[in-house]
């Protein structure tokens, strides 16, 4: 009796082993099923927080993309009104030399003009009075004709009469 009392004891130990064991398999199976829906879960949540965060980074790549296009468009705006201004300037001062230069010019026609009727008075003057006049000095440069000279120095015109 011994072995058969053995035997019902093991056999109530194998019972007692595979119920214990299948209610472990099965709490094991709950707790990797739990497991399985928290990850995927935790997936989903991380797919979100991830196209949350692409969506961030692109509205941020955008709002900087169009930040820096205005920043841009600025500048160049700047830029151009700056060369614009430089360049009125410029145009104002070189009108101004040009319109100095044209008043000088015509300072010095004028002047020049002056100089020549003069230098033509002079030298009709010069051709009119004859050599050897007291006073009178020819500068060095400037010929007398020969008709302007009067032979013998008397009151005599330069034809001979």
Do not use: F
Request: no cysteine.
């Amino acid at each position: 009796m011994t072995r058969r009392k053995a035997e019902e004891e093991a056999q109530a130990l194998l019972a007692g082993a595979r119920v214990d064991s299948t209610e472990t398999s099965k709490k094991s199976q709950e707790r990797a099923e739990r497991s399985i829906q928290e990850a995927e879960v935790a997936r989903l949540q991380a797919e979100e927080a991830a196209t949350q965060i692409r969506k961030q980074a692109q509205d941020d790549a955008e709002r900087l993309h169009a930040d820096a296009k205005q920043e841009a468009d600025r500048l160049r705006t700047q830029a151009a009104e700056e060369a614009a201004r430089v360049r009125n300037m410029a145009q104002r001062d070189a009108d101004h030399m040009v319109e100095e230069a044209r008043a000088r010019y015509d300072q010095l026609s004028v002047a020049n003009a002056e100089l020549s009727e003069r230098l033509h008075g002079v030298e009709s003057m010069l051709r009119a009075v004859p050599p050897g006049v007291p006073g009178v000095e020819v500068p060095a440069g400037v010929e007398v004709p020969a008709e302007a000279q009067v032979a013998g120095g008397g009151d005599e015109e330069p034809d001979g009469s």
